[in-house]
Protein backbone atom coordinates (compact mmCIF):
# COMPACT_ATOMS: atom_id res chain seq x y z
CA UNK A 1 0.00 0.00 0.00
CA UNK A 2 1.58 3.54 -1.31
CA UNK A 3 0.90 6.49 1.39
CA UNK A 4 0.20 9.71 0.21
CA UNK A 5 4.20 10.83 0.61
CA UNK A 6 4.87 8.19 -1.68
CA UNK A 7 2.40 9.41 -4.29
CA UNK A 8 3.85 13.23 -3.73
CA UNK A 9 7.37 11.73 -4.01
CA UNK A 10 6.38 9.90 -7.30
CA UNK A 11 4.54 12.56 -9.03
CA UNK A 12 7.79 14.96 -8.05
CA UNK A 13 10.16 12.69 -9.54
CA UNK A 14 7.78 12.78 -12.54
CA UNK A 15 7.62 16.42 -12.87
CA UNK A 16 11.78 16.68 -12.84
CA UNK A 17 12.08 13.81 -15.27
CA UNK A 18 9.75 16.22 -17.52
CA UNK A 19 11.48 18.63 -17.14
CA UNK A 20 14.90 17.37 -17.65
CA UNK A 21 13.36 15.52 -21.08
CA UNK A 22 11.96 18.87 -22.22
CA UNK A 23 14.82 20.44 -21.45
CA UNK A 24 17.10 18.34 -23.64
CA UNK A 25 14.20 18.49 -26.19
CA UNK A 26 14.73 21.62 -26.30
CA UNK A 27 18.41 22.23 -26.53
CA UNK A 28 18.43 19.95 -29.45
CA UNK A 29 15.50 21.82 -31.21
CA UNK A 30 18.08 24.90 -30.61
CA UNK A 31 21.26 22.87 -32.12
CA UNK A 32 19.41 21.94 -34.61
CA UNK A 33 16.97 24.83 -35.75
CA UNK A 34 19.45 27.51 -35.09
CA UNK A 35 21.98 27.13 -37.54
CA UNK A 36 18.96 26.65 -40.27
CA UNK A 37 17.68 29.92 -39.25
CA UNK A 38 20.94 31.73 -39.08
CA UNK A 39 21.41 30.27 -42.65
CA UNK A 40 17.80 31.59 -44.12
CA UNK A 41 18.59 35.16 -42.36
CA UNK A 42 22.13 35.17 -43.59
CA UNK A 43 21.07 34.83 -47.55
CA UNK A 44 18.82 37.39 -47.25
CA UNK A 45 21.25 39.69 -45.63
CA UNK A 46 23.65 42.73 -46.11
CA UNK A 47 26.86 40.48 -47.24
CA UNK A 48 28.33 43.28 -45.39
CA UNK A 49 26.81 42.47 -42.04
CA UNK A 50 27.40 38.71 -43.04
CA UNK A 51 31.26 39.39 -43.15
CA UNK A 52 31.15 41.22 -40.21
CA UNK A 53 29.03 39.21 -37.82
CA UNK A 54 25.99 41.08 -37.39
CA UNK A 55 23.19 38.69 -38.54
CA UNK A 56 22.14 36.24 -35.60
CA UNK A 57 18.34 35.69 -35.64
CA UNK A 58 16.95 38.07 -38.21
CA UNK A 59 17.73 39.62 -41.39
CA UNK A 60 19.76 42.46 -41.59
CA UNK A 61 20.60 44.63 -44.62
CA UNK A 62 17.26 42.74 -46.56
CA UNK A 63 18.43 42.36 -50.29
CA UNK A 64 17.56 39.40 -52.96
CA UNK A 65 20.30 40.28 -54.71
CA UNK A 66 22.68 37.08 -54.15
CA UNK A 67 19.26 34.89 -55.27
CA UNK A 68 18.58 37.13 -58.30
CA UNK A 69 22.25 35.87 -58.73
CA UNK A 70 21.75 32.02 -58.27
CA UNK A 71 18.60 32.52 -60.13
CA UNK A 72 20.09 34.02 -63.19
CA UNK A 73 22.41 31.15 -63.73
CA UNK A 74 21.73 29.15 -66.56
CA UNK A 75 23.60 26.04 -64.61
CA UNK A 76 21.18 26.09 -61.66
CA UNK A 77 18.16 26.17 -64.10
CA UNK A 78 19.31 22.88 -66.35
CA UNK A 79 20.58 21.26 -62.57
CA UNK A 80 17.25 21.41 -61.21
CA UNK A 81 15.94 19.86 -64.01
CA UNK A 82 18.06 17.22 -64.23
CA UNK A 83 18.13 16.87 -60.57
CA UNK A 84 14.04 16.57 -60.36
CA UNK A 85 14.32 14.05 -63.24
CA UNK A 86 16.91 11.82 -61.92
CA UNK A 87 14.88 11.68 -58.43
CA UNK A 88 11.51 11.31 -59.86
CA UNK A 89 12.79 8.63 -62.05
CA UNK A 90 15.41 7.36 -59.87
CA UNK A 91 12.57 6.91 -56.87
CA UNK A 92 10.54 4.93 -59.48
CA UNK A 93 13.11 2.42 -60.36
CA UNK A 94 14.03 1.82 -56.41
CA UNK A 95 10.48 1.90 -55.59
CA UNK A 96 9.88 -1.09 -58.34
CA UNK A 97 13.10 -2.89 -58.14
CA UNK A 98 12.61 -3.09 -53.84
CA UNK A 99 9.16 -3.94 -53.98
CA UNK A 100 9.49 -7.00 -56.41
CA UNK A 101 12.81 -8.28 -54.69
CA UNK A 102 10.95 -7.61 -50.94
CA UNK A 103 7.88 -9.53 -51.22
CA UNK A 104 9.13 -12.81 -52.60
CA UNK A 105 11.86 -12.93 -50.10
CA UNK A 106 9.26 -12.15 -47.58
CA UNK A 107 7.36 -15.08 -48.17
CA UNK A 108 8.26 -18.27 -46.05
CA UNK A 109 7.44 -20.45 -48.85
CA UNK A 110 10.09 -19.09 -51.11
CA UNK A 111 12.58 -21.87 -51.49
CA UNK A 112 16.13 -21.31 -50.50
CA UNK A 113 14.80 -17.86 -48.39
CA UNK A 114 17.25 -18.06 -46.09
CA UNK A 115 20.23 -18.71 -48.14
CA UNK A 116 18.58 -15.71 -50.57
CA UNK A 117 18.34 -13.47 -47.48
CA UNK A 118 22.03 -14.32 -46.61
CA UNK A 119 23.43 -12.94 -49.92
CA UNK A 120 21.47 -9.91 -49.41
CA UNK A 121 22.38 -8.99 -46.28
CA UNK A 122 26.21 -10.21 -47.25
CA UNK A 123 26.32 -7.17 -50.11
CA UNK A 124 25.93 -4.26 -46.50
CA UNK A 125 29.21 -5.34 -45.64
CA UNK A 126 30.77 -6.26 -48.57
CA UNK A 127 31.20 -4.54 -51.95
CA UNK A 128 33.33 -4.88 -54.83
CA UNK A 129 34.92 -1.43 -54.14
CA UNK A 130 34.87 1.80 -56.53
CA UNK A 131 36.97 0.62 -59.26
CA UNK A 132 35.13 -2.63 -60.04
CA UNK A 133 32.08 -0.50 -59.96
CA UNK A 134 33.12 2.24 -62.37
CA UNK A 135 34.77 -0.88 -64.96
CA UNK A 136 30.70 -2.29 -64.25
CA UNK A 137 29.07 0.86 -65.32
CA UNK A 138 31.96 1.38 -68.57
CA UNK A 139 31.45 -2.22 -69.45
CA UNK A 140 27.91 -1.57 -69.92
CA UNK A 141 28.18 1.39 -71.92
CA UNK A 142 26.25 3.58 -69.43
CA UNK A 143 29.21 5.91 -68.25
CA UNK A 144 28.28 9.23 -69.13
CA UNK A 145 24.48 8.89 -69.45
CA UNK A 146 21.66 9.65 -67.48
CA UNK A 147 21.27 5.95 -66.82
CA UNK A 148 24.89 5.87 -64.63
CA UNK A 149 22.62 8.32 -62.17
CA UNK A 150 19.93 5.64 -62.05
CA UNK A 151 21.08 1.69 -62.09
CA UNK A 152 23.54 1.85 -59.64
CA UNK A 153 22.18 1.47 -56.31
CA UNK A 154 18.86 0.49 -57.96
CA UNK A 155 18.34 -1.38 -54.63
CA UNK A 156 19.06 -0.43 -50.99
CA UNK A 157 20.03 -3.20 -48.99
CA UNK A 158 18.58 -1.80 -46.05
CA UNK A 159 15.61 -0.12 -47.18
CA UNK A 160 14.63 -3.50 -49.41
CA UNK A 161 15.02 -5.31 -45.16
CA UNK A 162 12.99 -3.23 -44.16
CA UNK A 163 10.26 -3.42 -46.72
CA UNK A 164 10.32 -7.11 -46.56
CA UNK A 165 10.04 -7.27 -42.36
CA UNK A 166 7.15 -4.79 -43.30
CA UNK A 167 5.49 -7.20 -45.71
CA UNK A 168 6.65 -9.86 -42.97
CA UNK A 169 5.32 -9.03 -39.99
CA UNK A 170 2.11 -6.14 -41.32
CA UNK A 171 0.09 -8.00 -43.83
CA UNK A 172 -1.62 -11.01 -42.17
CA UNK A 173 -0.62 -14.02 -44.35
CA UNK A 174 -4.69 -15.36 -43.73
CA UNK A 175 -5.17 -12.33 -45.95
CA UNK A 176 -3.19 -13.82 -48.60
CA UNK A 177 -3.63 -17.18 -48.23
CA UNK A 178 -7.57 -16.52 -48.64
CA UNK A 179 -6.72 -14.24 -51.79
CA UNK A 180 -4.55 -17.34 -52.94
CA UNK A 181 -7.74 -19.37 -52.08
CA UNK A 182 -9.89 -17.48 -54.07
CA UNK A 183 -8.03 -17.56 -57.19
CA UNK A 184 -5.47 -14.42 -56.94
CA UNK A 185 -2.21 -14.96 -58.42
CA UNK A 186 0.93 -13.35 -56.86
CA UNK A 187 1.21 -10.55 -59.57
CA UNK A 188 -2.85 -9.80 -58.33
CA UNK A 189 -2.25 -10.14 -54.89
CA UNK A 190 1.35 -7.75 -54.97
CA UNK A 191 -0.74 -4.89 -56.88
CA UNK A 192 -4.52 -5.51 -55.11
CA UNK A 193 -3.68 -6.38 -51.53
CA UNK A 194 -0.30 -5.96 -50.64
CA UNK A 195 0.75 -2.61 -52.13
CA UNK A 196 -2.61 -0.86 -50.96
CA UNK A 197 -2.14 -1.84 -47.27
CA UNK A 198 1.92 -0.62 -47.44
CA UNK A 199 1.45 2.74 -48.19
CA UNK A 200 3.30 3.87 -45.00
CA UNK A 201 6.05 1.84 -45.88
CA UNK A 202 5.79 2.86 -49.28
CA UNK A 203 5.68 6.54 -48.29
CA UNK A 204 9.01 5.78 -46.11
CA UNK A 205 11.14 4.87 -49.28
CA UNK A 206 9.85 7.35 -51.58
CA UNK A 207 11.49 9.86 -48.67
CA UNK A 208 14.74 7.91 -48.35
CA UNK A 209 15.17 7.36 -51.82
CA UNK A 210 14.21 10.60 -52.86
CA UNK A 211 16.41 12.36 -50.27
CA UNK A 212 19.19 10.37 -51.74
CA UNK A 213 18.23 11.33 -55.11
CA UNK A 214 18.68 14.88 -54.37
CA UNK A 215 21.53 14.92 -52.52
CA UNK A 216 24.04 12.65 -54.71
CA UNK A 217 26.62 14.14 -56.30
CA UNK A 218 29.32 11.34 -56.11
CA UNK A 219 28.30 9.07 -58.71
CA UNK A 220 27.76 12.15 -61.01
CA UNK A 221 31.33 13.66 -59.95
CA UNK A 222 32.74 9.92 -61.02
CA UNK A 223 30.33 8.97 -64.48
CA UNK A 224 29.11 12.10 -65.58
CA UNK A 225 31.50 14.28 -68.22
CA UNK A 226 28.88 16.22 -70.17
CA UNK A 227 27.71 19.34 -67.79
CA UNK A 228 24.52 19.02 -69.65
CA UNK A 229 23.46 16.17 -67.52
CA UNK A 230 24.98 17.64 -63.86
CA UNK A 231 22.60 17.68 -61.26
CA UNK A 232 22.31 20.32 -58.91
CA UNK A 233 24.47 19.52 -56.26
CA UNK A 234 27.20 18.81 -58.46
CA UNK A 235 26.33 22.75 -60.31
CA UNK A 236 26.01 23.88 -56.47
CA UNK A 237 29.43 22.38 -55.96
CA UNK A 238 31.00 24.07 -58.98
CA UNK A 239 29.73 26.99 -57.87
CA UNK A 240 31.12 27.08 -54.26
CA UNK A 241 34.44 26.08 -55.13
CA UNK A 242 35.36 26.81 -58.31
CA UNK A 243 33.15 29.30 -60.63
CA UNK A 244 32.22 32.53 -57.73
CA UNK A 245 33.82 34.79 -59.96
CA UNK A 246 31.34 34.06 -62.97
CA UNK A 247 28.46 34.31 -60.18
CA UNK A 248 29.35 37.75 -58.50
CA UNK A 249 30.49 39.37 -61.74
CA UNK A 250 33.05 40.86 -63.20
CA UNK A 251 32.46 44.95 -62.56
CA UNK A 252 32.88 44.81 -58.39
CA UNK A 253 35.89 45.17 -56.76
CA UNK A 254 37.31 42.50 -55.40
CA UNK A 255 36.05 42.91 -51.41
CA UNK A 256 32.26 43.30 -53.02
CA UNK A 257 33.31 39.99 -54.78
CA UNK A 258 34.46 37.97 -51.91
CA UNK A 259 31.35 39.59 -49.65
CA UNK A 260 28.25 38.62 -52.23
CA UNK A 261 30.29 35.23 -52.88
CA UNK A 262 29.71 35.00 -48.86
CA UNK A 263 26.34 35.42 -49.17
CA UNK A 264 25.76 33.45 -52.55
CA UNK A 265 26.86 30.04 -50.64
CA UNK A 266 24.05 30.70 -48.11
CA UNK A 267 21.72 31.15 -50.97
CA UNK A 268 22.74 27.97 -53.24
CA UNK A 269 22.09 25.90 -49.26
CA UNK A 270 18.60 27.34 -49.82
CA UNK A 271 18.07 26.34 -53.01
CA UNK A 272 19.09 23.62 -52.73
CA UNK A 273 17.55 22.31 -49.88
CA UNK A 274 13.94 23.74 -50.02
CA UNK A 275 12.04 21.47 -51.92
CA UNK A 276 13.20 18.63 -49.66
CA UNK A 277 12.12 20.71 -46.63
CA UNK A 278 8.67 21.69 -48.74
CA UNK A 279 8.07 17.79 -49.18
CA UNK A 280 8.67 16.09 -45.82
CA UNK A 281 5.87 17.22 -43.85
CA UNK A 282 3.58 15.87 -46.34
CA UNK A 283 5.07 12.53 -45.53
CA UNK A 284 6.39 12.85 -42.10
CA UNK A 285 3.49 11.40 -40.71
CA UNK A 286 4.10 7.98 -42.54
CA UNK A 287 7.49 7.99 -41.17
CA UNK A 288 7.92 6.61 -37.94
CA UNK A 289 5.21 4.06 -38.37
CA UNK A 290 6.30 2.86 -42.20
CA UNK A 291 9.94 2.19 -40.05
CA UNK A 292 8.26 1.13 -36.72
CA UNK A 293 5.50 -1.44 -37.99
CA UNK A 294 8.42 -2.82 -40.49
CA UNK A 295 10.60 -3.89 -37.80
CA UNK A 296 8.35 -5.21 -35.09
CA UNK A 297 6.63 -8.28 -35.18
CA UNK A 298 2.95 -8.81 -34.02
Known amino acids: MHTSNDTGLRSRDDKIFDAVVYG ?127 LPGAIATYNLIVMRSFFQNSIPGELQESAWMDGCNFFRMLWSIILPLSKPILAVMVLFYGVAHWNSYFNALIYLKDRDLYPLQLVLREILILNQDDMTGGDIGMTERVMMAESIKYSVIIVSSAPVLLLYPFIQRYFVKGVMIGSIKG
Open 24 to 150: ITILLFIMVGYPLLFVISASFSNPIDVVDGRVWLLPKGFTLEPYKLVFENEKIWNGYANTIFYAVAGTIINLTMTVLAAYPLSRKDLPGQSYLMFFVTFTMFFSGGLIPTYLLVKDLGINNTVWAML
